[in-house]
């Protein structure tokens, strides 16, 4: 299974972050398999950093398998979404970029993929390009977003991504993350929601 995230798709995010280079092309970096975090269990805070830092973000799971895909054939390799957290060491990814080093250990380290529960778009009757998700800890929504505002809509980052690699059944894309990211600490509760949707939920530890 591959975990293919997408950063600097959310223009507010963007801003958030001090970027402000236009992107012709989507971000994209990897997570290892490792990585993964799910069934509500909780995430402990590693000791290589002190500044761990939640995305939030539309999760989509791959339903065949495809290479160079079409835009106009990509909505039929999904069919799966829900919401999940791209953890980050912020810190540490500081660190490495000041250094002109690769970042990934900052983003792929274990459990830095949270994924909650994943629903059907058309059971639920759902549209991709128009998502709703928020993040709540502690009962305070901290993080929301919608699909609207992503730069590269799924189907384009689907044909991108498959020009480089072949894609296969069970494998994750992380779409990126609007304003509003924060530390996550010691104690908090974290709950995800995709429309009215809770499909993630556990705590920090």
Known sequence: MKIICVGLNYATHNKEMQHTLINTEPTIFMKSEVSVLKDGKPFYLP?????????TEVV??????????????????????????????????????????PWELSKSFDHSAVVGKFVRLYDHKLNINRLSFHLDINGITVQEGNTQDMLFKTDEIIEY???????????????GTPAGVGNLNIGDRVE????????????IK
């Open 161 to 175: 991504v498959s020009r480089f690699v072949t894609l296969k059944m069970g494998d994750l894309i992380y779409t």
């Open 192 to 203: 995800g929601y995709l429309e009215d949707n809770k499909l993630l939920d556990f705590c």
């Open 60 to 101: 989509v799971k791959i339903g065949r398998l495809g290479k160079s895909i079409g835009n106009r054939f990509a909505h039929r390799y999904y069919d799966e979404v829900t919401v999940g957290i791209d953890v980050t060491a912020r810190d540490l990814q500081r660190k490495l970029r000041e250094t002109g080093m």
């Open 47 to 55: 000791d290589f950093s002190s500044e761990i830092q939640y995305e």
